[in-house]
């Protein structure tokens, strides 16, 4: 067991939007939380991975948090930023290399949409400049398609951004915590057919921090840490149809988020029928009706009848974003992948309050997926 | 004032419309837009630049309801002027698909499977009052 990995701290600055706080006093103050929370000093931390797209070099918050002479390597890896950061503390100490670090993620993006800026030097962007280059797009045309395939209908969508902002107005910690109707959500500003705006997450802020340890030394730090069992990055294959892609191949090919959670599910021992609880990418409502089949909790088409059946609510028999998701939390790219194994860390421990998932969940799910084509899973167990 | 490209290395503007510039393998026969130097398919780097078909049929499809940020885009992005215009990925027999803007925006006249056209758009000016075009796709 010497080789297992255990989270034995966690930490989280809100999610949203912070006037005058900088993303990464946002990840400061997330760790700091993960510390108490294990009963440790930044001091003890022999390592640190730290994830931000677009607040700064995580590496320089050791002149805020202390200059300790800790290893911090800064990770930048798309969507999968976060998830990046804890892979890569999960394989330290899997290496051996040592036996106690941290992963955090923390970020702040401007409002709107996010730029995409594909120009090459002393070329002019024909790519944004045409008014394409925009992530919101591609899901637009991505469960459009996948609609039409499928029999996915407007109303399944609307059900699960209602759903995100249900569990959203149960978390304290959230973004957007006003519970909207689906008529709400299908009457909202339509953005990119056939998703609306409460349809959509938004960029946001936010720090999430975790505290690993090797598995057999846990116990030093909490009465109830939790394993993580598998942690699995993969990016796209040929063919396959992916976010910012001004070509795609004639040749179809199942994307990263088939290859991750295939591996991370034999790597875990386990398959998607022993999964009590699951955190999924959901960028937009459409992306969590596809990623549900992607990661093989379902079949192509069988998630209509599942959302009417209420068997994604926190009281089904597989919830999904309990915490509100990436809708009701927003996006800090940093932070986002780390936000879903914070949430799960809470329900295994049994201590996610008013929107616990009952029946005291064992094994639990988390899925990112995003820009360039790129997908993390990891599964955790108590 | 002229009319230029948008960007030469990835349209030409021909006397016949424009032309868009991708890359074949020699290889395996893959094609890639825009141009680039090797083969993500069997990652071959024998490749050669080639004018990529104007017709095929549409394969996915969105609205871009709201203005997007500029910069980048080029256009429009007065909220009370914004038009929403479509995007999709239009298949070319043979070659590849490529995302594009389309002529249409009407979500009732789209359909996967529709026959499309490439045709030239106006999108913006350049610093000396030249016309920029690109590229987009309108129903045949």
Redesign the interface.
């Known amino acids: 067991m010497s080789d297992d990995v255990a989270i034995v701290g966690i930490g989280m600055h809100p999610f949203g939007r912070h006037e005058g706080v900088s993303g990464m006093e946002q990840g400061a103050a997330a760790i700091r939380t993960a510390c108490a929370d294990a009963n440790v000093k930044w001091a003890d931390l022999e390592f640190a991975f730290g994830g931000s797209v677009a607040a700064g070099n995580p590496d320089s918050m050791v002149s805020q948090m202390g200059l300790t002479g800790l290893q911090f390597i800064n990770v930048v890896n798309g969507c999968a930023t976060g998830g990046s950061a804890l892979i890569s503390a999960y394989n330290t100490i899997k290496s051996g290399a040592f036996d106690l670090g941290l992963a955090i993620g923390f970020d702040k993006h401007e409002r709107g949409a996010f730029r995409v800026n594909t120009g090459k030097s002393g070329e002019r962007d024909w790519y944004g400049g045409s008014g394409m280059a925009l992530t919101t797009q591609f899901f637009g045309m991505k469960i459009n398609r996948y609609m039409e395939e499928y029999g996915i209908t407007q109303d399944a969508l609307a059900r699960v951004s209602a759903k995100a902002f249900r569990n959203g107005s149960m978390n304290e910690n959230a973004w957007r915590r006003q519970a909207l109707s689906e008529k709400e959500v299908l009457q909202s500003a339509m953005l990119s057919y056939p998703l609306t705006q409460y349809m959509f997450c938004s960029p946001g802020e936010g720090g999430v921090a975790l505290i690993l340890a090797r598995a057999d030394k846990a116990h030093k730090y909490t009465k109830n840490p939790i394993f993580l069992k598998s942690a699995v990055v993969r990016s796209r294959r040929y063919g396959s149809f992916e976010v910012l892609a001004p070509s795609l191949a004639l040749d179809y090919a199942d994307g990263p988020t088939v290859d991750a959670s295939q591996k991370a599910f034999e790597a875990a021992g386990v398959g998607p029928k022993d999964i009590d609880v699951a955190q999924l990418q959901d960028t937009e409502s459409g992306a969590e009706i596809m990623h549900m089949a992607e990661n093989g909790f379902c079949e192509h088409g069988e998630q209509e009848a599942m959302l009417a059946n209420g068997d994604t609510e926190i009281t089904g028999r597989l919830p999904v974003n309990t915490d509100g998701g990436c809708l009701a939390n927003g996006e800090p790219v940093g932070a986002s992948g780390l936000r879903q194994v914070y949430e799960n860390v809470l329900q295994l421990r049994g201590d996610a309050g008013k929107r616990q998932v009952p029946n005291d969940p064992k094994v639990a799910y988390t899925h990112v997926y995003g820009a360039p084509g790129i997908s993390g899973v990891t599964i955790l167990s108590t | 004032m002229a009319e230029l490209s948008?960007?030469e290395?990835?349209?030409d503007l021909t006397p016949e419309g424009p032309r868009l510039k991708?890359m074949r393998c020699k290889n395996c026969n893959?094609?890639?837009?825009?141009m680039q130097k090797g083969c993500?398919?069997c990652t071959s780097d024998d490749v050669e630049e080639v004018h990529l078909g104007t017709k095929g049929t549409l394969?996915?499809?969105?609205?871009?309801?709201?203005p997007?940020?500029a910069?980048?885009?080029?256009?429009e992005t007065d909220p009370s002027k914004f038009e929403p215009?479509g995007?999709?990925?239009v298949?070319l027999p043979?070659?590849?698909?490529?995302?594009?803007?389309l002529t249409v925006a009407d979500?009732t006249a789209l359909k996967?499977g529709m026959e499309m056209e490439l045709v030239g758009e106006k999108?913006?000016k350049d610093e000396e009052g030249n016309d920029?075009i690109?590229?987009a796709f309108a129903p045949v």
């Open positions: 948008i960007n290395n990835v349209m991708g893959n094609h890639v837009f825009p993500p398919k394969w996915a499809w969105t609205i871009q309801g709201f997007p940020k910069p980048p885009y080029l256009g215009y995007v999709g990925y298949e043979g070659e590849l698909k490529v995302e594009s803007r979500p996967s999108i913006g920029l690109t590229f």
